[in-house]
């Protein structure tokens, strides 16, 4: 017997009984970004190395240590895309949607990070990312916060997540932070954990994001973020924290949130959560007005945000928040015993979905006798069970059985649309 080929470690199927609640996350969250005016961009999974190495930056770790790269027949170098942001600036500054105008976008998809697999994470998982260009000011940012809220409020998890904020204001801002915080941390270097002792040359900002208790405990001392900012940043914002109070949406200020990629500033947050052990961040994002200008269009701003799908999944199947609606079932199983009741079904389901397009029509295939396909019919779990036999195709009639109840109508072809509409 030839040996099974299993699935690529990290890169988990999605099977039936999982699919009708993406389905059910997806057309949610494409329904609420539709109502903000944003509009589906489509990028492919794999881009130049480069794209990633300038846009996301060569000190992170997703560059240095969980990109899938490889070299193509022509020695180009590629990579499946680590995360949608760059790609998505790549794809809209190439079709000319960013300079001087503006644009509300998102996206959905697979990532690929070479990761050690957990529960929460995996080395290919799937974002939905949504992305704002063209406009510098507070608003937009409070925007995609109250449009996200808007979302957990409709998947029923507002009250499961909290917003974490902060701002790290500029590039040179950042740089005068991170010169005083370098400064502090080499007094204590041989004490921090071996990510933070590399990180401390490479990317210092992302120490603070470190779940090492003694690093922690270190960084109480360390100089704080926004005694670097400046009145721009400050006053941006604050602008911020008055409009998502005007909406209502609570938040909580983080000094240590940086985000760990490159190419944020001023604002950054994240929806954090309890329910989910270590991984505990569903949504996160920031302004990035330097990136497009750093991927060589003209100076762009930006703020957009990411979720991750499979957490998501998780967390509203963790809370039991997944409505029996969202679930895939059947509205209607067809039975047919005999040559001729075999083929008037296939044209009774027709009818059915034709009349009825919401309608979910099983149609029994494959043969066998009555007793079986009324088991099948049973596990099914439709609410009606169709019944054809030689009889009922001569007098142009089917039995109708109601599941749940157990009582059963003679039903003439033509009234049956009707009769299922109007006993659903």
């Not at 915080?181 to 994001?209: A, C, H, M, W």
């Not at 149609?363 to 009324?374: E, I, L, S, Y």
Request: charge should be negative; charged fraction near 25%; aromatic fraction near 8%.
């Amino acid at each position: 017997m030839a040996r099974k080929i299993q699935a690529i470690r990290g890169m988990n199927d999605i099977l039936p009984d999982q699919s009708s609640v993406w389905l059910y996350l997806e057309k949610t969250v494409a329904e609420v970004v539709k109502s903000y005016g944003y509009q589906q961009i489509r990028f492919p999974i794999v881009e130049n190395t480069d794209l990633f190495k300038r846009g996301v930056g060569e000190t992170t770790d997703i560059v240095e240590k969980e990109m899938y790269t490889f070299e193509d027949r022509n020695g180009e170098s590629l990579t499946l895309r680590p995360e949608g942001t760059a790609s998505c600036v790549r794809a809209a500054d190439q079709a000319g949607l960013l300079f001087n105008q503006v644009q509300r976008l998102w996206y959905t998809g697979p990532m690929f990070r070479y990761e050690r697999p957990q529960k929460g994470r995996y080395r290919q998982f799937h974002q939905i990312g949504v992305e704002s260009f063209g406009m510098a000011t507070a608003d937009i940012d409070a925007e995609l916060i109250v449009l996200s809220a808007r979302l957990w409020q409709k998947l029923g998890l507002l009250e499961h997540v909290e917003l974490q904020l902060n701002t790290i204001g500029l590039a040179s801002e950042r740089e005068a932070y991170k010169a005083a915080l370098v400064d502090y941390l080499t007094e204590f270097k041989d004490q921090l954990d071996e990510d933070s002792q590399r990180r401390l040359s490479t990317n210092p900002l992302r120490i603070l994001d470190s779940k090492e208790e003694a690093t922690q405990a270190i960084l109480q001392g360390a100089p704080s973020l926004d005694a670097f900012i400046g009145e721009e940043s400050q006053s941006h914002f604050e602008r911020l924290q008055t409009i998502l109070k005007a909406n209502r949406v609570p938040y909580v200020i983080n000094r240590r949130l940086v985000r760990g990629l490159d190419y944020y500033g001023k604002t950054v947050f994240e929806w954090v959560t309890t329910h989910l052990g270590a991984q505990a961040t569903v949504c996160a994002g920031g302004r990035y007005d330097g990136l497009v200008e750093q991927l060589g269009g003209k100076p762009t701003p930006a703020v957009g945000f990411a979720m991750g799908i499979e957490r998501l999944v998780l967390l509203l199947e963790t809370l039991s928040l997944i409505p029996s609606e969202a679930k895939f079932s059947a509205d209607v199983f067809v039975v047919s015993i005999g040559d001729d009741a075999e083929v008037a079904s296939t044209t009774l389901a027709e009818q059915l979905r034709e009349n009825l397009p919401s309608l979910v029509v099983l149609r029994h295939c494959g043969g066998g006798n009555f007793k079986n396909q009324m088991k099948k019919a049973d596990r099914s779990e439709a609410r009606f069970t169709i019944i054809l036999g030689q009889d009922e195709v001569e007098q142009g009639v089917c039995q109708v059985k109601d599941m749940s109840t157990g009582e059963q109508q003679t039903c003439a072809f033509e009234d049956l649309p009707a009769y299922i509409s109007g006993n659903l």
